[in-house]
């Protein structure tokens, strides 16, 4: 069974930057286009970025391009979320899974890692 666990979030002042982290056990990532996810408080969870599975194409929401960049290690089986120049509205839950779409997840959501943008 694939157990996703996501780390790297925080508190952080407006404009600062944070690196999520998205480690799978129980199945090797290379071979899927993983995508990260974000639920923030009272609403649904949204789709924020994904990568192919060669790392070669990116996808970003609107609200974050510019400001994120999705990458992959395939040899450490580890996806990452590089997130500048945050914003009070990036505040939210935020998830890794295969596929882009966060209606069909590929596997269970994992528990997420918290990011809050506050002063």
């Known amino acids: 069974q694939v157990q996703l666990v996501e780390s790297g979030g925080g508190l952080v002042q407006p404009g600062g930057s944070l690196r999520l982290s998205c480690a799978a056990s129980?199945?090797?990532?290379?071979?899927?286009?993983m995508g990260w996810f974000r639920q923030a408080p009272g609403k649904e969870r949204e789709f924020v970025t994904a990568i192919h599975w060669s790392g070669v194409n990116t996808y970003y929401a609107d609200s974050v391009k510019g400001r994120f960049t999705i990458s992959r290690d395939n040899a450490k089986n580890t996806v990452y979320l590089q997130m500048n120049s945050l914003k009070p509205e990036d505040t939210a839950v935020y998830y890794c899974?295969?596929?882009?779409?966060?209606?069909?997840?590929?596997?269970?959501w994992g528990q997420g890692t918290q990011v809050t943008v506050s002063s």
């Open positions: 129980g199945r090797t990532l290379s071979s899927y286009a």
């Open positions: 899974n295969a596929g882009l779409n966060s209606d069909y997840p590929m596997w269970p």
